[in-house]
């Protein structure tokens, strides 16, 4: 198995700045991407920001700019920089990951979640 352990949550005012990170433990033989999604009350999950096959970085047209996705030499944790957060980006920020399993099987993961509340 796979797990996604994230942290870094938190309540921030408009304009401030906070950092998320998302670890990655288990069978793991190789994360083909990894990153952060989110999810504001009553709305769809969608993606911020990426790493795909390569190493390239997708980012969410709301966030870029303002937002850095990054990560160790062991590509195993992401970090999400979060620079002059809006109260719009206020959601539940999960962290995905998707690879392959030491036994070559495919996996697909989700972290438990972190909420990011930007509010004055």
């Known amino acids: 198995q796979v797990q996604l352990v994230e942290s870094g949550g938190g309540l921030v005012q408009p304009g401030g700045s906070l950092r998320l990170s998302c670890a990655a433990s288990?069978?793991?033989?190789?994360?083909?991407?990894m990153g952060w999604y989110r999810q504001a009350p009553g709305k769809q999950r969608e993606l911020v920001a990426t790493f795909s096959g390569g190493g390239t970085t997708n980012y969410a047209d709301s966030v870029k700019g303002r937002f850095t996705i990054s990560r160790d030499n062991a590509r195993t944790t992401v970090y999400l920089q979060m620079n002059n957060l809006k109260p719009e980006d206020t959601a539940v920020y999960y962290c995905n990951a998707e690879g392959l399993y030491n036994n070559l099987r495919s996996f697909g993961v989700w972290g438990q979640g972190t909420l990011v509340t930007v509010s004055s």
């Open positions: 288990g069978s793991i033989f190789k994360i083909n991407s």
